[in-house]
């Protein structure tokens, strides 16, 4: 049997908004862009050389808006692995990304954990 998750929804407060960060700040690709009918798209987004990406969805209820930042409650949300961890590293912090620590080797790899736009906690990490 072979399985993988294609899509994880991700919640936003604005479509064009989260395109742009992700796009523009975490160097992901829009890999769809589709209209599903009034004020609804079909959006996703992939980090480079990924099977996965993240369905954004712009939250449209109060139920829906509470989530968006708050996927996880105060956990890591997302764990985005590199192949250079001080390459990406350095390039987010340029382009205004924060880290909640300073990066640190773990038995596992190098890992800092930072924070989208949204408020989401993600683990940066490049594995031993």
């Known amino acids: 049997m072979n399985q993988h998750l294609s899509a994880i929804t991700f919640f936003v407060d604005d479509y064009d908004t989260a395109i742009h960060y992700f796009t ?15 004020n609804s798209r079909f959006v996703l987004v992939t980090p480079p050389q990924s099977a996965g990406s993240l369905l954004l969805a712009q939250a449209k209820n109060d139920n829906e808006k509470a989530l968006v930042g708050n996927q996880a409650a105060d956990k890591v949300f997302l764990i985005l692995n590199t192949d250079d961890f001080w ?25 800092a954990i930072f924070k989208d736009k949204f408020g989401n906690k993600w683990d940066l990490i490049q594995t031993a």
């Open 24 to 38: 523009s700040v975490l160097n992901f690709t829009l890999t769809e862009d589709k209209s599903t009918g009034e």
């Open 87 to 111: 390459r990406d590293f350095d390039e987010m912090k340029a382009k205004g990304v924060t880290f909640l620590e300073t990066p640190r080797k773990e038995a596992y790899g190098t890992v």
